[in-house]
């Protein structure tokens, strides 16, 4: 059974960093498409960043450029770098797994992931 644990969150000032960290069991990050998604305002889940098996990362145009997303296999976690955030970032992120083809942003948001975390809630301030 895939499980996912997020962790890192918490309160940052805008303009601020803040890492995003998730420790996955019952698989390995070289599976499968590893995603992180985020709570949108309304519901449902916009796709943040996915981490192909290969190692190639796709990013949300809102995101790209001040978020870096990562995979260490030997740790079996994958990351996310969140810089000069700002207050649109602030919600609650989730650490997945997308098991279908394609691995990018906009499959995960349209067609979804199969496995999720709790999440972790980031707090912006202004």
């Known amino acids: 059974q895939v499980h996912l644990a997020e962790s890192g969150g918490g309160l940052v000032q805008a303009g601020g960093s803040l890492r995003l960290s998730c420790a996955v069991s019952g698989t390995t990050v070289d599976s499968y498409c590893m995603a992180w998604v985020r709570q949108k305002p309304m519901g449902g889940l916009d796709g943040v960043a996915t981490i192909d098996i290969d190692g190639s990362i796709d990013y949300a145009e809102a995101v790209r450029g001040r978020f870096t997303a990562y995979k260490d296999s030997k740790k079996n976690m994958i990351y996310l770098e969140m810089e000069r955030v700002k207050p649109d970032d602030g919600t609650t992120y989730y650490c997945?797994?997308?098991?279908?083809?394609?691995?990018?942003?906009?499959?995960?948001?349209?067609?979804?992931?199969?496995?999720w975390g709790k999440g972790a809630l980031v707090t912006i301030s202004s």
């Open positions: 997945a797994t997308r098991h279908r083809r394609p691995c990018s942003v906009e499959a995960a948001t349209l067609y979804g992931i199969n496995d």
